[in-house]
Every structure is written in structure tokens, then in C-alpha cells.
């Protein structure tokens, strides 16, 4: 009796034993929790740099700006705005108006000082001394087919000097050959340009590369092309060469000024190349693009530079 007791206990432990193993074996196993991706550093677009071009003033010397835009042009670099001043402003406007450095040059070879006679050399030995411009105005807005300043391919903005007040102003608007004929408008020699109730001069006198008005348009890499006369180069011989000559000693303190400004400063070697030497573009041409070559280097290491910068600080963020 007590054995069958103790059987009967033992097969219910058992018993219990048996339905909780099935029920420890019959739990369902937790489902594996799939694994996070590894996180992956945010890809960073690469940020667009805004170049400008700026082109200085300085008579016939402007041939050389024409060198500088084709190589800029061979080697892919096409600035995002142009600004110029005097003989820059009208490089600058036919450049931006979508002529590439190799029309620009045939359009040089083929220009007809007759054709622009009241700005050309042969006027400047005249005793009056003042010539209207006319000429080049409508030179320029044929050459730019009429186009206005804020329709150009390339956004551009030419320099003159507010005779009134001295201060440089910029035009970024409006008949694109009146801008260029003000900015190009030298003292003593063309009659001051009337725009609404103000009249304009040469805006070498404020502005000889006007660097600063390219950082204002949101430029973040300037490249700026300075071929003012030299002083201490150059003799003046003519009326236009005293003009010339004083303008670069006035504008000497102001070119330092603008030109720390920019990331790249080129100046072709044009030696004792005159303003009024309209023989000599091919010279002219040939100084700009060596100039050019010999910069390109460093304008490739800043410009890579400041292209690497932003994902620079965007990893050390992280």
C-alpha cells in the first residue's frame, strides 16, 4: 500500500517533470534581431566654387587679357562672373556676351581702328584732347549683338568712377556699350559719359582691378589680371603716355589695395608696351597666355584646395 503510494507519487513527479520539459522544449526560440547596417559617413556633394574673372585697365595693354581667357579656356576653367575696368570692361563684355578667347582674338586681329576712330591712337595727338566715345559704344553693342549687361552668358559688371563724387560705381544693368564707354571714359582725353543725372570717367581712377566689387557679386576665388603700365618701365613720350603715366602713380596705392583681395594675381609681361600701341596686340596676346601657363599651378592648388574644404570640416563634424 505505502509502496503503491510512493509509486503513485514518483510517476506524478515524473509526470510533471516530463510536461515541464515539453514546455521548456516547445518555447518558440526569439527571432534574431537583424543587425544594424554600419553607418556610413554622409556623402557630401561637392560645392560649386564661384570664380571670377577681373580684368584691369590699361589701353592696348587689354590685348592681353585675351591670352589669360584662353588658357583659362584649355585648361577648363570658365569663370562665373566678369568684371572689368577701362580696357577690361571691353574685353570683359565681349567675353561674357559668349565669344571664347580664340573669337575674341580674330575679332582683335580684324578690329578696324577706323572703324572706332574717335577712340583709336591716331586721335589722341589732337589738341582738343577730348574725344566723345561714340564710336566705341556702338563698336561694343554690335559686337555683343545689342545685348543688355543682365542678359549676358556670363554674368559681368564693368567699373567707372562717378566724376561728381569720386566714388567707383558699378553697372550690372542697362545698354552694355554706355557702361563699357564710361568705364573706359580717360580724363582728358573722352568727354565724361551722362547717365541719368551723373557723369562717369575712366574707372582706373577708383578702381584699377577691381577686386573688392568681384567679392561683393559672391565671388569665392578671384582671378584677377593687372597689366597697368609700370611706372619706373616706362617713359612717357606723348600726351597720352603723361595720362597714362599718371594714372598708374595715382593708381598704385589702390592696386595694392585691390589686388591683396585676390586669390590669383596675374600680370603679363608687357615690359615698356605702351597704351597706344594697338600694333602690338599679338605681343600683347602671347604675354597673357604665358602669363597664364605660368600660373596655372597655383591656381590649380587653390582652387583644389577650397573645393576640399568643405569636406573637410563636414568629416570633422562628424
Same mark, same amino acid.
Given at each position: 500500500m505505502m509502496l503503491t503510494g510512493c509509486t503513485h507519487r514518483i510517476a506524478a513527479l515524473a509526470l510533471v517533470m516530463t510536461l515541464a520539459g515539453c514546455s521548456f522544449l516547445s518555447r518558440p526560440r526569439p527571432e534574431p534581431t537583424p543587425s544594424s547596417p554600419a553607418v556610413q559617413p554622409e556623402a557630401v556633394a561637392p560645392v560649386k566654387t564661384k570664380i571670377a574673372l577681373v580684368l584691369g585697365g590699361g589701353a592696348a595693354r587689354g590685348f592681353a587679357h585675351i591670352g589669360v581667357?584662353?588658357?583659362?579656356? !584649355?585648361?577648363?576653367?570658365? %569663370?562665373?562672373?566678369?568684371?572689368?575696368? !577701362?580696357?577690361? $570692361?571691353?574685353?570683359?563684355?565681349?567675353?561674357?556676351?559668349? /565669344?571664347?578667347?580664340? *573669337?575674341?582674338?580674330? +575679332?582683335?586681329m580684324k578690329m578696324d581702328e577706323a572703324a572706332i576712330s574717335d577712340w583709336s591712337v591716331p586721335f589722341f $595727338?589732337? $589738341? @582738343?584732347?577730348?574725344?566723345?566715345?561714340?564710336?566705341?559704344? /556702338?563698336?561694343? /553693342?554690335r559686337a555683343v549683338g545689342n545685348m543688355p549687361i543682365e542678359k549676358m552668358k556670363i554674368p559681368f559688371a564693368a567699373v567707372a568712377t562717378d566724376l561728381n563724387s569720386g566714388e567707383p560705381i558699378l553697372f550690372q544693368r542697362?545698354?552694355?556699350?554706355?557702361?563699357?564707354?564710361? $568705364? !573706359?571714359?580717360? %580724363?582728358?582725353?573722352?568727354?565724361?559719359?551722362?547717365?541719368? &543725372?551723373?557723369?562717369?570717367?575712366?574707372g582706373g581712377l577708383a578702381a584699377p582691378v577691381p577686386v573688392h566689387f568681384a567679392r561683393d557679386m559672391g565671388a569665392d576665388f578671384i582671378i584677377a589680371v593687372n597689366i597697368s603700365?609700370?611706372?619706373?618701365?616706362?617713359?612717357?613720350? !606723348?600726351?597720352?603716355?603723361?595720362?597714362?603715366?599718371?594714372?598708374? #602713380?595715382?593708381?598704385? @596705392?589702390?592696386? =595694392?589695395?585691390?589686388?591683396?583681395?585676390?586669390?590669383?594675381?596675374?600680370?603679363?609681361?608687357?615690359?615698356? +608696351?605702351?597704351?597706344?600701341?594697338?600694333?602690338?596686340?599679338? &605681343?600683347?596676346?602671347?604675354?597673357?597666355?604665358?602669363? *597664364?601657363?605660368? *600660373?596655372?599651378?597655383? #591656381? =590649380?592648388r587653390k582652387l583644389d584646395a577650397m573645393q576640399a574644404r568643405p569636406m573637410q570640416v563636414k568629416q570633422a563634424l562628424q
Open positions: 581667357i584662353k588658357v583659362l579656356e !584649355s585648361q577648363g576653367i570658365v %569663370p562665373d562672373m566678369v568684371v572689368g575696368t !577701362s580696357a577690361g $570692361s571691353v574685353v570683359g563684355a565681349l567675353y561674357a556676351a559668349g /565669344n571664347n578667347g580664340f *573669337a575674341l582674338q580674330k +575679332m582683335a $595727338s589732337t $589738341s @582738343s584732347g577730348v574725344l566723345k566715345g561714340d564710336a566705341l559704344q /556702338n563698336y561694343v /553693342n542697362g545698354n552694355t556699350g554706355i557702361a563699357v564707354r564710361a $568705364s !573706359s571714359a580717360v %580724363p582728358g582725353v573722352f568727354q565724361p559719359v551722362k547717365i541719368g &543725372r551723373h557723369l562717369y570717367v575712366d603700365v609700370q611706372p619706373e618701365v616706362q617713359a612717357a613720350s !606723348s600726351s597720352f603716355d603723361v595720362l597714362l603715366q599718371t594714372f598708374a #602713380i595715382m593708381g598704385l @596705392s589702390i592696386n =595694392r589695395y585691390e589686388l591683396e583681395g585676390a586669390d590669383i594675381v596675374i600680370q603679363p609681361a608687357l615690359g615698356d +608696351m605702351k597704351g597706344n600701341d594697338f600694333t602690338g596686340r599679338n &605681343r600683347a596676346i602671347l604675354a597673357g597666355e604665358q602669363a *597664364a601657363m605660368a *600660373a596655372m599651378p597655383e #591656381i =590649380r
